[in-house]
């Protein structure tokens, strides 16, 4: 069954740390590039972070540069969402997603989503 | 900056065609996507590259495009359908959502 289950989520106070995780099944997880993509509770959908297949080359909205990072580890079909400096507006549910990039890209979409996992950040 | 605008709500009938509008000033030069996400789920890929349905995907949804707006249009529109839906496309490094549009069957 192709799917991915995200897990880590909580409850953090402002300034702390977190690390989320993605667990990659049915398909080669070295095949896919990946995103994080978040939804304020309410609110509507908002891309992070994307990572590519070899880890290599990664790209992050402008609000969580510096303080969130992407990572992979292919062998164990996992992605990785490491956040520091947390604030209240990171609240959300966060979803990884497999993310189809064509050819430069021509096409970055989004295929294959997870159920998500919430991160409440708040004193 | 790139931004996708739509409109935050649709109503429609059911039976009757639902028309959903995906605006900006760069998707005449790039694909538009569509998601559906219902109440406590994850959102849905149902159209991708403007037009291609993905398998699955009822006939009734089809994507159309027209200088820098994008359509989404769900004919015979079913109880079913009534969800959020975004539109989405990509800029040199980042991805973009639309804000999203709740569309009810009434």
């Known amino acids: 069954q192709v799917q991915l289950v995200e897990s880590g989520g909580g409850l953090v106070k402002p300034g702390g740390s977190l690390r989320l995780s993605c667990a990659a099944s049915?398909?080669?997880?070295?095949?896919?590039?990946m995103g994080w993509i978040r939804q304020a509770p309410g609110k509507g959908l908002e891309w992070v972070s994307d990572i590519s297949r070899s880890g290599g080359t990664t790209y992050y909205k402008d609000s969580v540069r510096g303080r969130f990072t992407v990572s992979r580890d292919n062998a164990k079909n996992a992605l990785y969402l490491h956040m520091n400096s947390l604030r209240a507006d990171d609240t959300g549910i966060y979803y990884c997603?497999?993310?189809?990039?064509?050819?430069?890209?021509?096409?970055?979409?989004?295929?294959?989503w997870g159920r998500g996992t919430l991160l409440t950040v708040s004193s | 900056s790139f931004d996708l605008t739509q409109p935050p709500s649709v109503s429609v009938s059911p039976g009757q065609t639902a028309t959903i509008t995906c605006s900006g000033n760069?998707?005449?030069?790039?694909?538009a996507y569509w998601y559906q996400q219902k109440p406590g789920q994850s959102p849905v890929l149902i159209i991708y590259r403007d037009t291609m349905r993905p398998s699955g995907i009822p006939e009734r949804f089809s994507g159309s495009t027209s200088g820098n707006t994008a359509t989404l249009t769900i004919s015979g529109t079913q109880a079913v359908d009534e969800a959020d839906y975004y539109c989405q496309s990509w800029d040199s490094s980042y991805v973009v959502f639309g804000g999203g549009t709740k569309l009810t069957v009434l």
């Open positions: 049915g398909f080669t997880l070295s095949d896919s590039n």
């Open positions: 997603a497999r993310s189809i990039v064509v050819a430069g890209p021509l096409d970055w979409y989004f295929d294959l």
């Open positions: 760069k998707l005449g030069n790039r694909y």
